[in-house]
């Protein structure tokens, strides 16, 4: 069978977006494309979003290619899953934009995760795959639509209803090869994530050392897609890791939702003398895992703080044991080593906005970076849309998205202002 990988050419204007709007090597498809591969299907990944391809060369570059299967990502890259552009606008235009070029359509994503009957509705596809979907497109590849009863975690209609099939699936990471990018591919990777001590000098790239977390607080929506905490195998990732430097990649980011101490992949990696950037919780650390750390090359890190006092902590269900001094003590030492440490803050409603910037300005002193508190969205399949409204169901998107423009008056930096409503950013893509 002939397969399409399709990442849509992304846009913002109007979403509450938070991400990064920069382009990012899609692991996702890059897994996918190599297990469909193993399996004898024919594959190509179209990268809308690097090449800058409109929907209408979109939908040229799929058709000259014919295949049987085409499937388009509902969010940017695994990396921003768990923040994803609330609106289905763009995966819609692509969509529609490949009507009529193959036999079946099919999405992933976060949104099909969570709510993947009202997202089948949506866009109109012949099947969403839940969860992590680089073991599902084989399957699903493998088999005509009438078979597809035997594929776990997808949502399709059968005989005029819709069939939810399983829930959410968590793959297998010792079935994941080592990605190898092509070299043109790597070369146009000039982005370098989360990274602010140096302007880029040669290629930039993400890759993934573990997948999931096993703490549930409460803002985090990712219980549904990336949710249990695994390891990808050590030899895996260094050969990933090697491959990428033998092509000239100077920094490397890695996408773990918690990147934890693992001594031994730091001390692989300080060998490779290689700089790289993390997200992770700070009370996990120890005074002489953060040397290592930052000995290992990290040159950015982004540890979520969420809240300067152990109340809002709490009620973001952080599951922190440790006290504001004693984090400031890590974060401080962290910063001995590491030339960029951020402390990611989130509103929680119960800090003080002097006590919060007073806070701020201290850590500048060390020459660590605190964000202003970002407001918290309560994204379907979050601890926090749950406590709200329960089980998502097919409003959530809606629902979600009016609260947080009804809640908040200011935003974040990066989202700017002339946020839309989402029924106003879908409509603009149906119409």
Known sequence: MKCALINPNWTFR??????CREPHLPLEYGYAKALLENGGHEVILVDGQRESLSPGAIRERVAGFAPDLAVVTTAPSYLFWRCAPPELRVPRETVRALR???RTLAVIGPHGSVTPASVLEKLGVDVVVMGEGEEILPLLAAREKGDWGEVPSVCYRENGTIRVQGGPHAGDLSLLPALHWPDAMIRECRHHHHRFDAS??????????SRGCPYRCSFCAKGAFRGRYRKRPLPVVLEEVDGLLAQGVGYLYFIDELFLPDRRLLEALRERKVQFGIQTRIDLWSHGMLDLLGSAGCVSIEAGVESISERGRALLEKGCSLSTEALLDLLIRARK?????QATLLDAQVDAPEEVERWRSYLQDFGIWANKPVPVFPYPGSREYEK????????AWERAHACYLERYTSFSDIQGSGLLPLECLEREAAE
């Open 337 to 341: 080593s590491v030339p960029f440490v």
């Open 388 to 395: 709200r409204w329960g089980p998502p169901d097919g409003q």
């Open 14 to 19: 109007g979403s509450v977006y938070f991400g």
């Open 100 to 102: 009529g070029v193959c």
């Open 200 to 209: 880029p000098s040669s290629p930039g790239a993400e890759v993934e050392a």
